[in-house]
Nanobody, 119 residues
Framework: QVQLVESGGGLVQAGGSLTLSCAAS????????MDWYRQAPGKQRGAVAT???????NYADSVKGRFTISRDNARNTVNLQMNSLKPEDTAVYYC?????????????WGQGTQGTVSS
């Protein structure tokens, strides 16, 4: 059974930094693109950053230059380094990926981790 487990959320002042981590475990054959999404209160969930299995990255305009996504293919992990945080970055952050396992290709989501930025 495949699982995504996130860690690293918390409370930080504006201008500060947080690092989120997500680890995939289970009978994994391969992992495609890994993403971070976020959902603020009263808003829809939206993509924040994406990294392909060969390291190409893409970012939402609102976080370009402040957030950095990275992955470790050997450990099946993806991180999101968030710098120069703003109150509007406050949200629940979700890890997402497509994994090829015994169950075939399936989409998986982490449980979500809260990131709160105070002004």
């Amino acid at each position: 059974q495949v699982q995504l487990v996130e860690s690293g959320g918390g409370l930080v002042q504006a201008g500060g930094s947080l690092t989120l981590s997500c680890a995939a475990s289970g009978s994994i054959f391969s992992i495609n693109t890994m993403d971070w999404y976020r959902q603020a209160p009263g808003k829809q969930r939206g993509a924040v950053a994406t990294i392909t299995n060969n390291g190409r990255t893409n970012y939402a305009d609102s976080v370009k230059g402040r957030f950095t996504i990275s992955r470790d293919n050997a450990r099946n992990t993806v991180n999101l380094q968030m710098n120069s945080l703003k109150p509007e970055d406050t949200a629940v952050y979700y890890c997402h990926t497509e994994i090829f396992s015994r169950s075939g290709y399936m989409n998986y989501w982490g449980q979500g981790t809260q990131g709160t930025v105070s002004s």
